[in-house]
């Protein structure tokens, strides 16, 4: 069984679009995050949920909406999509920074590129 | 100056190879340390956590030196395997945001 799964593996798109991605996890994990990694492959996070709660947001452009319908589920919905979108956008998991061990379990990723 | 940096590399070497990689960290308030693997377009694997006393899995040896900001990465008897990018990850003051270095291209040569 996959720990954490993200749909789609894969999304191109046309600027100006709107688009979602999903992330799952079957950890029991209380937090959840979102990451992007662009073309020079640096990873940055730009959203950490706890419980359903965002925690931080990390000057990530109001275009971008996470939502957590449960501590299992993370989705990130894009507005209104621009050409500097185009990444990897990785979810990860883990029992949190107050956890004896926090290891973060991350998803396949999902390669947006915006036409 | 970066939060976490890494030198990009790549570190080539041979196979059977011991190398060394170096992380530094700007904030003295850091309280969580790792390294993660990521293979070519692939998501990034914990490698193993950093504690204060150092610690050892295998072939791999991580270091944490508080007082110059720095955690090291030893890979010993390197492997074909072992061809792939490291990353340095810091968790300041037990946050939620975890600040990853760019990371180091390792690749081991036949």
């Known amino acids: 069984d996959t720990a954490v799964s993200q749909t789609p593996k894969y999304l191109v798109t046309q600027m100006g679009n709107d688009k979602s991605i999903k992330c799952e996890q079957n950890?029991?994990?209380?937090?959840m995050y979102w990451y992007k990694q662009d073309s020079k492959k640096f990873l940055k996070i730009m959203f950490s949920?706890?419980?359903?709660?965002?925690?931080i947001n990390e000057t990530v452009p109001n275009r971008f909406s996470p939502k957590s319908p449960d501590k299992a589920h993370l989705n990130l919905h894009i507005n209104s999509l621009e050409l500097g979108d185009s990444a990897v956008y990785f979810c990860?998991?883990?029992?949190?920074?107050?956890?004896?061990?926090?290891?973060?379990?991350f998803g396949p990723g999902t390669r947006l590129t915006v036409l | 100056r970066k939060e976490v940096e890494q030198d990009p590399g790549p570190f080539n070497v041979p196979e059977g190879a011991t190398v060394a990689f170096n992380c530094t960290y700007s904030?003295?308030?850091?309280?969580?340390f790792f390294w993660y693997r990521q293979d070519c377009r692939k998501e990034p694997k914990l490698l193993m956590s950093?504690?204060?006393s150092g610690n050892e899995d295998g072939r791999f040896t991580a270091q944490l030196n508080r007082a110059s900001q720095y955690i090291s990465l030893l890979i010993r008897d390197s492997k074909l395997s072992d061809s792939a990018t490291y990353l340095c990850?810091?968790?300041?003051?037990?946050?939620?945001?975890?600040?990853f270095g760019t990371g180091t291209r390792l690749k081991v040569l036949a």
């Open positions: 990860a998991s883990s029992h949190g920074p107050t956890a004896m061990t926090d290891t973060q379990y």
């Open positions: 950890l029991g994990h209380d937090t």
């Open positions: 949920y706890n419980n359903k709660e965002l925690i």
């Open positions: 904030n003295s308030a850091s309280q969580s």
């Open positions: 950093v504690y204060s």
């Open positions: 990850v810091v968790n300041n003051q037990g946050t939620y945001k975890y600040i």
